[in-house]
């Protein structure tokens, strides 16, 4: 925020009594005279605390509400040998004008900047205009002016960010008038407002904020229901909506891909594209699994689980002898059993035994429940059946 100019002055000439100081290491000292007591008083402070009052004495209290423009506050924060503040200001006033929605400037965009009262020096207003400069250039000519007409300083004052060609011709002014100053109309609609700019300036920012926020959830919500919860993550841990891949396609006449960097699976001409859901296989109704047995019968190990009963086989056929189990079904009170057995050879030293068992799956239940509300979908009601072929005592 931006000081009175007053009190600039004040502050400046109360520098100036020690010629050459560092403005940040004066301070200032009020002694009184020795009483009787021999006691003596004084007051120290800082040269801006005594400015401030001075100020207060001749004018109230200082407005501390006035925005500077980014160049002013780079400026103090220098003044105040403060170089994060520095650089700070002037890449925030960098940022502001080129995130704002109407950014680049455009030809037959006006720009109007109003100039309030500095000490003796009037207010007064300028319009400008943008215009094509050629070689993609734009141009900045200042259409009027309200500076009295008759003040000798009226050559100077107006018409000082007119320029001739440049990439942008409003970053001059954006910086040194300042975006609080200036009113920005594009096809008759104001687009920037300064004086809603300059006036809540923290409430604009938090609405900015907001807005960001409320993107960045949105965008991460659409990538969560397409099933890319990197994607989402990535989104909300980024001030800005995630960028192209950008990966070449496979030939030179094809498109790169528009997906979002850092998606997963194959890349894509279509920015919406998003991979299908896994879709496991469906479990066979059996399977063979190979049993290894001990020559002494006494070790028993599982070697493997096959769909295919001769890759079972073949697994089978290393031992000294391949059994083939056999199953048999007993139907018993509550379900059917399903029983599997072998009939092995007499232990023999040295010899392995393997054994290939039929092993047949029970049906997933959620299959099942999928079955069923599919065959609820499909099915006919009495309502679907035509009069002549429904049964007559209905």
Do not use: N
């Amino acid at each position: 925020m931006r000081r009175d100019p007053r009190l600039t002055i004040i502050t400046e000439a109360l520098q100036g009594l020690i010629p050459g100081a560092t403005p940040a290491l004066l301070t200032f000292e009020v002694k009184e005279a020795r009483g009787t007591d021999g006691r003596m008083h004084t007051w120290t402070g800082r040269i801006g605390t005594v400015a401030e009052r001075v100020y207060t004495a001749l004018y109230g209290r200082p407005d501390a509400a006035v925005p500077a423009s980014p160049l002013q506050q780079a400026e103090d924060a220098k003044a105040r040998r403060d170089i994060v503040g520095e650089v700070a200001a002037l890449t925030t006033g960098y940022a502001q004008l080129t995130t704002a929605p109407w950014h680049p400037s455009r030809q037959g965009d006006l720009v109007h900047i109003h100039y309030p009262q500095a000490g003796d020096f009037p207010a007064f207003g300028e319009t400008y205009i943008v215009g094509d400069a050629g070689d993609g250039l734009l141009s900045l000519t200042l259409l009027s002016h309200t500076f009295p007409a008759d003040d000798p300083d009226l050559a100077t004052a107006v018409g000082c960010f007119a320029s001739e060609a440049s990439d942008e011709p409003l970053m001059e002014l954006w910086f040194e008038a300042g975006p609080h100053l200036l009113t920005i109309v594009r096809d008759g609609q104001v687009v920037h407002h300064g004086a809603a700019h300059g006036a809540q300036p923290a409430a604009a920012g938090t609405e900015r904020a907001a807005q960001q926020l409320v993107d960045a959830i949105g965008e991460a919500i659409r990538y969560l229901e397409r099933g890319e919860p990197e994607l989402a993550l990535a989104r909300l841990c980024s001030p800005t909506p995630l960028p192209p891949c950008g990966t070449p396609g496979m030939l030179p006449d094809h498109a790169p891909c528009a997906r979002p960097r850092g998606h997963h699976g194959a890349c894509s001409p279509d920015a919406d594209y998003a991979e299908p859901p896994h879709q496991c296989p469906a479990l066979p109704e059996q399977l063979h699994a190979v049993v290894a047995i001990g020559p002494r019968r006494e070790v028993i190990s599982f070697a493997g689980l096959y769909e295919d009963q001769d890759a079972a086989l073949d697994v089978a056929a290393g031992w000294d002898e391949v059994i083939q189990a056999e199953v048999t079904e007993a139907h018993e009170a509550e379900h059917e059993a399903r029983y599997v057995f072998a009939h092995l050879p007499a232990p023999q030293p040295g010899r392995a035994v393997a054994v290939v068992a039929p092993v047949r799956l029970r049906p997933d239940p959620r299959a099942e429940d999928e079955w069923a509300a599919e065959g609820a979908a499909t099915s006919l009601t009495a309502a679907d059946i035509a009069d002549d072929f429904r049964d007559v005592d209905e």
